[in-house]
Nanobody
């Protein structure tokens, strides 16, 4: 099993920045990439960004140019730097990782492990 723990959410004004962190522990040898998803009230969960340990990254169109995902392989951690935040970025952000999959996926069903989520609120 793998455990994912997120941190770094909070309340910020529009145009501000936040940095989310996610640390993985447990049987991490079968994890080849990690991702961030988010879910706003009344909306479905959506893909935000993913990164492989080799550094290949993929972003949702809605966050391109504003968000940046990075990783620290030694710490089995990923980070999401969120800049120029907008009220529509308000959501619970989840860290996720698939078990044994080496091709980045944007569908939530491809992921086996999920963190507890961290709330990001952007005020206008």
């Amino acid at each position: 099993q793998v455990q994912l723990v997120e941190s770094g959410g909070g309340l910020v004004q529009a145009g501000g920045s936040l940095r989310l962190s996610c640390a993985a522990s447990g049987r991490t040898s079968s994890i080849y990439f990690m991702a961030w998803f988010r879910q706003a009230p009344g909306k479905e969960r959506e893909f935000v960004a993913a990164i492989s340990w080799s550094g290949m990254a993929l972003y949702a169109d809605s966050v391109k140019g504003r968000f940046s995902i990075s990783r620290d392989y030694a710490k089995i951690s990923v980070y999401l730097q969120m800049n120029s935040l907008k009220p529509e970025d308000t959501a619970v952000y989840y860290c996720a990782a698939p078990d044994g999959r080496d091709t980045i996926a944007t569908g939530g069903n491809a992921y086996d492990y999920w963190g507890q989520g961290t709330q990001v609120t952007v005020s206008s």
